[in-house]
């Protein structure tokens, strides 16, 4: 299961290398999340097969991963909110990310804390682009609409992430196999994630003009 979650990344990332030009700045930034993704876990993987900590992968990838999706939510909202706001959010984010990795889980521990804040943010930012679609009514058949499924896999993915995270540590205090458990279901969660995603990217017309 670990290695098809790994694995699994290569579905959005041949979806988005395939439809490249075709794809608007916001799924183009999906794309680049997809490679850093890639990268950052086979690095991490690597130094577990060689018996090297690798705890610290995990707090570079969580600032890597909200960064491009929260800047593809603000190519996407355009002027629904302000870039400047967009732009606020990922700093704060940021620096959170920095003093929580140098003061309170530093690399070699699990950096939870942050990836609950990273998973609540997305979680808001993805509510609030249902909002915009129906506010806006500009969107006949959701289906075909490429940032839906983008959207649609965040929101699962991340509350999914949300919930694991939360409890992660206390089912492994209580119990070891309970925390296996969650993990192993946050893994089937981190394949359907990628499964939408590749979705999302490979529906887009080859003569998409879309801006998201």
Known sequence: M????FLSILLPLAAGWRRYRQ??????????FCVG???LDACSRILWLLSIPNLFFGHISTLVEFLFLTNAFRLTFGNFISSRLMYVVMA????LAIANSTFLQDFQHNNSYIKILESAILILLSLTYYYKL????????????PFFWINTA?????????????YSNYLLYYSHQAGIQIWFI?????????????????IVPKNSNLSS
Not at 92 to 95: C, G, P, V
């Open 2 to 5: 670990i290695l098809g979650s």
């Open 23 to 32: 794809l608007p700045p916001s799924l183009q930034n999906i794309f680049w």
């Open 37 to 39: 993704a890639f990268l």
């Open 92 to 95: 704060i984010f940021s620096l």
């Open 134 to 145: 129906i506010l806006e009514m500009k969107v006949f058949h959701l289906e075909r609409h």
């Open 154 to 166: 965040i929101l699962i993915y991340f509350s999914s992430s949300l919930f694991v995270f939360i």
């Open 186 to 202: 946050h893994s089937l969660f981190f394949i359907l994630f990628n499964c939408i995603l590749s979705i999302g990217l490979w």
